[in-house]
């Protein structure tokens, strides 16, 4: 891995006002390009709005309108942009995706692998978890409930990711977003030695929902290294020292304190794991 400057975005959206969130969206990408930013994260379907009942008339194809949006503003401000879209894609329900758009026009998407008890009724679930790369990292995306299980982010770092972006659409209602995120994402990040850096909707929708907002960035060790929770729209920049990881990971160290704890592991304990179902 390479040094990294990243953006994460707390953004309040309008449900079903794709084109005014796409316009604040570009206001971020802005921004973030002034500060020389990299790759820049936004919520959970931040495109179309988080509203389950509804989605469905508001999904759209990939490629489509908002993917040739996204890859106009990826290639203007030469930044990789990973966005939250409510996907059609042949399915009788939509896809929650994360579209990642690279300055060079290609297109790659991740589709929520895992949903929530609330929204298996109204999307699909994806059944893949990729691993993309630039010539900075190798990263992945979890979405939000994606997270709660711990094997998808041992699987996408040993497939080689070293950045987890974790856009989320997290309510007020749930909780404080910062003493839950601290309690698993921080686990997530030291037990497979990868950054994880996260972002939430932030502020009422206009359909009787409200979001808490949230940005965090946790590094290989468990630390936080950059923060903002003070419930508003706005952009954490933080640069990702890629010297831990890289000597967790790539150094063949001996010492216990630079651990890379996936090498220790023991599959063939493992096999309850793949089992469907609950065992008592």
Same mark, same amino acid.
């Given at each position: ?90 399915? &009788? /329900? *939509? !896809?929650? %995706?994360?579209?990642?758009?690279? #300055?060079?026009?290609?297109? @790659? $998407?991740? +589709? ?6 609330? &929204? /298996? *009724? !109204?999307? %699909?679930?994806?059944?893949?978890? #990729?691993?993309?790369?630039? @010539? $900075?990292? +190798? ?142």
């Amino acid at each position: 891995m390479n040094d990294l400057r990243i953006a994460l975005v707390q953004m309040q959206v309008s449900i079903g006002e794709v084109r005014k969130n796409r316009e604040k969206m570009a206001a971020f990408v802005e921004e973030a390009a002034g500060k020389k930013v990299e790759m820049i994260l936004f919520p959970e379907l931040c495109i179309q709005g988080y509203h389950r009942e509804k989605i469905q008339e508001f999904a759209e194809p990939i490629p489509g309108e908002s993917t040739n949006y996204l890859s106009r503003l990826a290639s203007s401000y030469n930044m990789v942009i990973l966005a939250g879209l409510a996907e059609m894609s042949g399915c &009788e /329900k *939509p !896809y929650i %995706t994360q579209v990642i758009a690279y #300055p060079d026009g290609r297109l @790659d $998407k991740y +589709r929520k692998t895992h949903l929530g008890k609330s &929204e /298996k *009724p !109204y999307f %699909t679930p994806g059944n893949q978890l #990729p691993v993309f790369e630039t @010539d $900075k990292a +190798r990263f992945a995306v979890e979405i939000c409930w994606d997270l709660h299980f711990p094997e998808v982010t041992t699987v996408l770092s040993l497939q080689g990711a070293e950045v987890i972006f974790a856009p989320h659409a997290s309510p007020t209602m749930v909780g404080d977003r910062r003493d839950i995120w601290l309690k698993y994402l921080s686990a997530r990040a030291y037990d497979n030695s990868v950054f994880i850096a996260a972002c939430n909707l932030v502020g009422p929708s206009g359909k009787n929902q409200e979001f808490c907002g949230g940005a965090l960035v946790i590094d290989p060790k468990g630390n936080v290294v950059a923060e903002d929770f003070e419930g508003k729209e706005g952009l954490l920049v933080v640069d990702l020292d890629s010297k831990l990881i890289n000597t967790i990971r790539y150094n063949n160290t001996t010492s216990m304190r630079h651990s890379f704890f996936l090498e220790s592991r023991r599959p063939e304990l493992y096999g309850l794991l793949v089992k469907p179902g609950l065992i008592n």
